[in-house]
């Protein structure tokens, strides 16, 4: 195998300057034009050429995980599996010394681009073993299980980069990488933070838009004697949900999380009777204290419903405030006494527009987790359809 692409390597080298040659080169009495249609048709087919032997040796190289996949998956799977005691950077010696031993034959048997390319079909079929791992078809497992993983491929990422004299990254941080990093960085996480990470997402979502597209909230927010106090003034533009083309809008105050706020209930409006643009003008105090609002997770959500007789109330959008922004609540300020002076805010409402938000995906996979299926059904009923 190694004689028949190093063979094969030596046409892609010898190939490889010649589209360059070609194109300094006289073409005779050609004219202007002539010469560039020619250089390019010629360049086109040097291209296809370099790409079709480039494919072919990935072809033959392919082979290597073919006849390594036994080690790597043993080696994986104790890494995966070993104790919690055992540090990430010993449980994870197995696999690369199993590497470096057949990376080590590679290096004296091919050539450098064909060791290369032996390094890029290694590292997929890592990932390929590190990603059966996020089955949870087995069982659930605990967030320690995934912080093991995200470990060892940081680690794994920094052994095939080799200071430079390894994989290239943009074949390394390839999309599997980006999916295993984004997957074992949430399923490390425990539920109360992914929550809050949730939270944090909405909240940029909610700063980066420009055109509201469900509507706008109309609100005033400010800590003031002890108390949170939330003015709801209007709402314009919410969609219609009736069968009229109108809703019965009301809105719901949360504080969250409940964990830190475990003693303010919701509190919601008065339902308006068929508008889109409905005004509530009203006001409600959360006593609480201006630490809890000031911890970087406290925010306060804001969503509209549409009331229904008979069926469920209808989502009709939903917007965040962070907390620790409200006047009064920020470090160094006192109580607001002059409330009358402050801006109203213009929020945009929001529909959750991922249905496979991996977020959420995370919190779907913690059957056993009352707070995450809580969590998960509620926003399941906030994603657009």
């Known amino acids: 195998m190694c004689i028949t692409v190093n063979n094969i390597e030596h046409v892609f080298k ?25 250089q390019g048709d010629t360049n086109e087919l040097i291209n296809s050429a370099l790409d079709h032997i480039d494919s072919l040796i990935y072809k033959v190289l392919n082979k290597i995980s073919v006849e390594l996949e036994t080690g790597l998956k043993k080696n994986v799977f104790h890494l995966a599996w070993s104790p919690d005691t055992l540090p990430t950077e010993e449980a994870i010696c197995p696999l690369t010394n199993f590497l470096s031993d057949h990376l080590t034959k590679f290096n004296n048997a091919l050539l450098n681009g064909n060791f290369l390319r032996s390094l ?65 960085g949430l399923a490390k996480m425990s539920t109360d933070q992914l929550i809050a990470e949730y939270h944090r997402e909405r909240l940029n979502e909610q700063y980066s838009i420009t055109v509201p597209e469900f509507g706008v909230l109309e609100v005033r927010v400010y800590f003031r004697h002890d108390s949170l106090c939330v003015e709801v ?37 008065a339902v308006q009777k068929a508008t889109l643009n409905p005004q509530f003008d009203e006001t409600f105090e959360f006593s609480c204290r201006r630490e809890q609002c000031r911890d970087p997770e406290a925010v306060i959500c804001f969503t509209v419903m549409d009331y229904d007789v008979i069926t469920a109330n209808d989502f009709g959008g939903e917007a965040f405030i962070s907390l620790n922004t409200v006047s009064g609540v920020e470090h160094g300020s006192s109580s607001v006494d002059n409330f009358h002076g402050l801006k109203p805010l213009q929020l945009a409402l929001m529909f959750q527009k991922q249905k496979d938000h991996p977020i959420l995906k995370t919190l779907e996979e913690r059957t056993s987790d009352k707070l995450a299926q809580e969590c998960l059904k509620r926003q399941k009923e906030r994603i657009q359809d």
């Open 120 to 184: 890029h079909v290694l590292w997929d079929s890592v990932l390929f073993q590190l990603k059966e791992h996020t089955d949870t078809s087995n069982g659930e497992k605990m967030p320690l299980f995934y912080d093991r993983l995200h470990e060892a491929l940081q680690i794994l990422s920094d052994y095939f980069l080799s200071d430079g004299r390894g994989l290239e990254p943009d074949r390394l941080y390839n999309d599997c990488y980006r999916e295993l990093d984004v997957i074992f």
């Open 233 to 269: 003034f209007s709402a314009r533009d919410v969609i219609p949900l009736d069968p009229n083309g109108l809703s019965d809008p009301y809105v719901i105050i949360e504080l969250l999380p409940k964990r830190i706020f475990p003693n303010c209930p919701e509190r919601s409006t």
């Open 14 to 38: 010898h190939l490889q300057p010649l589209a360059l040659e070609i194109s300094l080169s006289s073409v005779g009495s050609q004219d202007s034009q002539e010469k560039t249609d020619y």
